[in-house]
């Protein structure tokens, strides 16, 4: 397809009255990376479901190249090469990497329109290998990592070359290197005359490879920067009206005894993996896609079987001999739409589910003390962008983010398993995130934490263990964490 340019006029979106998107003016011009910025519920993922066809503006026009557009569904986008990878996963698990490939895009033979299976087979491969996915493309989906699950659905966006490439928040579980894999095939697309909309979190980046910038807040367009004019701290009073200039406010915290020992675990996937974590301590995970990294907090939880090695609970009085999962272990998993969240519940209830006990002391549920406390959770997290006792649907990713973890902070663990805890969060809410991990420690927890953000790991960590392929192959301890570059371990 030819390179075109998209352009939004006084285009505005509503929910229950409430605007995310507000009388919105943007031009997006072929050939470059138009970045889009704003904290949680600013509005970013509503617009670009609008311009992706999933929505329809409830007032305002699209307009490609000068003609105005109206989408009736995301495949009249796709049709004029609009293609949106979205921050939230639409992978099947149950049918091949190669299907969900070609989901929306199937190569067929003409003049019978029937499938081409040798060429789709041929793609995929060469697909696969660009992005550093090591699969038969016949395999289901379901046995891919999170990480790869996301480069999939990249993936999927770019197999056409498509004319604009929304991605929304794409970066949130991927390593340095699945990053660097990504920008290459981005880089290729520019040239090619494709229009990257890209937003994101990352300001550091997005200074390094925009080429305009769109801050967005309240649902309304606040700045347009041009990187080379700019930096991080600009963006920052941009989004949020002041600095941020304490990205990672760990605290001193004493060690004390210990509350989980790990000897020498092995299954399919770990291999001899032993570490003690103590109570005040956070120790980080460090790791690329396929590591092993979320597999071994599966298998603290005992989601997924051990074969050999022990998992030992200290303090855990249920269990004498201490390897039962305690309840006073919380986990939060990687993948929050399909394994956290409870999208029939309100928000009070998504946050309230993990401890009912807490606010149902004898037989029934004590609703006054229910809300109260989980509305005390919501306004210490900030979680905005509708009503608390609204629908989990109508929260921006972010912000259902913090509802996983307030369900952690109130179920009032010992132990927290923390697997990509801040993925789709904005600095501000990453701020009061981390907040919330100091008081955790303080009050005496023990924290694991795997993340993608290498900085966020040598930020607040106390040591951090490099897994590959299901092993550790490195520990590093606080007293080397500030001066260590943790890309070196993959590279």
């Known amino acids: 397809m030819a390179s075109a340019t998209l352009k939004l006029e006084d285009v505005s979106y509503a929910f229950d009255g409430q605007e995310a998107v507000s009388h919105i003016d943007l031009e997006i011009k072929p050939s470059t990376i138009h970045a889009i910025l704003g904290c949680n519920g600013a509005g970013k993922s509503v617009l670009m479901k609008l311009v992706a066809g999933v929505m ?32 939230d996963l639409t992978v099947f698990g149950e049918l091949s990497i190669i299907d969900n490939l070609f989901i929306t895009n199937q190569i067929t033979h003409t003049p019978f329109k029937l499938i081409d299976h040798h060429r789709s087979l041929k793609q995929a491969k060469d697909i696969l290998a660009r992005l550093g996915i090591n699969r038969d493309p016949r395999e289901k989906a379901r ?72 801050v967005l807040k309240n649902g309304q367009i606040v700045g347009q920067y041009d990187p080379s004019g700019t930096d991080i701290e600009i963006l920052t009073h941009s989004m949020f009206g002041e600095g941020k200039n304490n990205r990672y406010p760990k605290l001193p915290v004493e060690i004390g005894s210990p509350l989980l020992e790990v000897s020498h675990i092995s299954n399919n996937v770990l291999h001899d993996v032993s570490f003690c974590l103590h109570e005040g301590e956070i120790i980080g995970i460090a790791g690329i896609a396929g590591s092993g990294r979320s597999q071994l907090l599966r298998a603290l939880v005992s989601m997924e079987k051990i074969t050999s090695g022990d998992v030992i609970y200290a303090k855990n009085d249920d269990d004498p001999r201490r390897r039962k999962v305690p309840y006073w272990v919380g986990y939060l998993p990687e993948d929050r739409d399909h394994k956290s969240l409870f999208f029939n519940l309100d928000i009070i209830r998504n946050i309230t589910i993990r401890n009912i ?55 009032k663990c010992k132990v927290y398993l ?74």
């Open 418 to 491: 923390f697997d990509e805890p801040t993925q789709g969060v904005d600095i501000a809410g990453k701020i009061e995130i981390y907040n919330i991990i100091n008081e955790l420690v303080r009050g005496g927890a023990g924290i694991i934490m795997v993340s993608s953000d290498f900085s966020e790991l040598t930020g607040m960590c106390d040591q951090i263990l490099v897994m590959k392929e299901g092993r550790i192959t490195a520990t590093i301890p606080s007293s080397d964490i500030s001066k260590t570059d943790l890309s070196e371990f993959f590279l």
């Open 143 to 214: 046995y891919l990592s999170q990480a790869q699950k996301f480069l999939l659905q990249f993936g999927r966006a770019v197999l056409s070359t498509p004319r604009f490439l929304i991605l929304d928040e794409l970066y949130a579980t991927l390593t340095n290197t699945e990053i660097n894999i990504v920008f290459s095939v981005i880089d290729d697309l520019k040239r090619n005359g494709t229009a990257i909309i890209y937003i994101t979190h990352r300001l550091s980046e997005i200074i390094n490879i925009a080429d305009t910038i769109t």
């Open 56 to 87: 329809r503006p409830q007032s305002g026009l699209i307009y490609l190249d000068d003609k105005p557009v109206c989408f009736s569904s995301e495949l009249d986008a796709i049709k004029l090469g609009i293609r949106l990878c979205p921050q």
């Open 357 to 411: 006990k807490q606010s149902a002391p004898h037989i029934t549920i004590n609703y006054e003390q229910e809300n109260f406390l989980g509305k005390d959770i919501i306004d210490r997290l900030d979680i905005t962008g509708t009503s608390v006792d609204g629908s989990i649907i109508g929260l921006s990713s972010g912000n259902k983010q913090k509802v996983i973890v307030s369900q952690c902070l109130y179920k």
